[in-house]
């Protein structure tokens, strides 16, 4: 039996591959589409990302300076 790669697993079949999902690519853009909607700052933001910033907000330890409370990913 010959191997394949899993790459050419993932062509579409008129391309010789079996049109198989690539599963972390499908998750690492699931994780995207959750970011931008955690990004949305507009008023129709989710609430899950409303109670995100709380549950984080709540989660710092005491004395924490106000600048490093910045969502960490709009900083630079």
């Given at each position: 039996?010959?191997?394949i790669a899993l790459e050419n697993l993932?062509?579409?079949i008129n391309e010789g591959g079996l049109n198989l999902i690539d599963i972390k690519t499908r998750n690492d853009a699931i994780?995207?589409?959750w970011l931008k909607a955690y990004l949305d700052f507009s008023p129709s933001r989710p609430t899950w990302?409303?109670?995100t910033d709380l549950i984080i907000d709540a989660s710092m330890p005491q004395g924490t300076n106000a600048q490093t409370c910045?969502?960490?990913f709009l900083q630079t």
């Open positions: 039996m010959s191997k993932h062509c579409p994780e995207i589409m990302a409303k109670i910045i969502n960490c």
